[in-house]
């Protein structure tokens, strides 16, 4: 009985592992974080819903954060098993389970089909107009990024633009879960598209020796990653006129504190990414990105929830 015990228990912890190294939790909150920016500024503005459409909301967004990550790794076992344990933050991507052999047909079936419909489900309980954006989100993050039908990932520019798209759609899901017949400004979608488009070049970047090898054709295998890490320059210009208007226009102060973190932070990773860049990789370890993002999103996500129970 005890040894049936251990193997049970030894198959569940491989399992966990296994779908924990699927769902990338470090990096899920890169892409969480527009969401819930959208919802704390919702909050302050006097947006509200009930604690438990709330619940919802951030349910969804963990099954389609866990379906559009699934899929991503699905679509790049070419280039992931040629990545020789390079370490991207979370995971060696040579570790991921498709790579490794440990998903089956029928669990990548189930896998999907529960997680997909997990993010539908629950954004419509959610709210409807929350769905239309929740569900938007994953679709671009998730099929047209990453489905081999469409894989705008191997497309130079729209790999980019469509991760920046993405973040925007996510920041205007927060809002309308509480301001369903609003919509979030313009000038914060504006400063978070340039924003997330600069922060996402370093890792095209870097990744292009392994997606040269696959044959694919991101931004940094067209353009060279050196090229693309230049580029990241006039970015980081066009956000300080950006960034002004942010500050001058009305709008709420959860806006304008974001920017005001975000500009330094923007402009010291830009002179970072080309100080450590030694060809052909970036010597950089991305969690020192994720953890200020996962810190900055813990105080978004408890004022929101601070203004919903307060009203």
């Known amino acids: 009985m005890i040894v049936v015990q251990a193997e049970a228990a030894s198959r569940l912890r491989q399992a966990m592992d296994k779908y924990a190294r699927l769902f990338r939790v470090r990096t899920m909150f890169i892409y969480l974080f527009p969401m819930t920016l959208g919802f704390a500024a919702a909050a302050e503005g006097g947006g509200d819903a009930p604690g438990y459409r709330v619940a919802l ?22 280039s992931d098993r040629l990545h020789n344990d390079m370490y991207k933050g979370d995971l060696h991507m040579s570790d991921q389970p498709f790579v490794t052999g440990e998903m089956g047909k029928l669990e ?9 419909a997990g993010c539908v489900v629950l ?32 497309k130079p520019v729209l790999d980019i633009v469509t991760n920046a798209t993405g973040a925007c759609v996510l920041l205007t899901a927060g809002w309308k879960l509480l ?18 488009s600069t922060l996402y070049m370093p890792s095209v970047a870097n990744d292009v020796p392994f ?13 060279g990653a050196e090229r693309l890490l230049k580029a990241m320059i ?11 208007v942010n500050f001058i226009v009305p709008q709420s102060w959860t806006f304008k ?27 950089f370890n991305a969690s020192l990105l994720v953890y200020p993002i996962a810190l900055l999103w813990l105080f978004y996500f408890v004022y929101g929830l601070h203004m919903v129970v307060r009203t």
């Open 108 to 116: 990548t079936a189930a896998v999907f089909l529960l997680t997909a």
């Open 179 to 196: 301001q369903p017949d609003t919509w979030p400004p313009i000038w914060p979608l504006v400063y978070g598209f340039l924003f997330a």
């Open 257 to 283: 504190l974001f920017i005001a973190l975000a500009l330094p932070g923007a402009l010291v990773f830009t002179a970072g990414m080309h100080l450590l860049y030694k060809p052909p990789f970036i010597r």
């Open 57 to 78: 909301a951030f349910l969804a967004f963990l099954c389609g954060s866990f379906f559009s990550s699934t899929l991503n790794f699905y679509a790049d076992v070419e």
């Open 123 to 154: 954004s419509l309980l959610a709210g409807r107009e929350f769905a239309w954006f929740m569900i938007g989100s994953v679709a671009i993050l998730g099929v047209l990024y990453s489905h081999p039908w469409f894989r705008f990932k191997n």
């Open 234 to 244: 006039p970015m980081c210009a066009l956000l300080i006129p950006v960034a002004v």
């Open 211 to 223: 997606d040269a090898a696959a044959g694919f054709r991101t931004s940094g295998v067209v353009f």
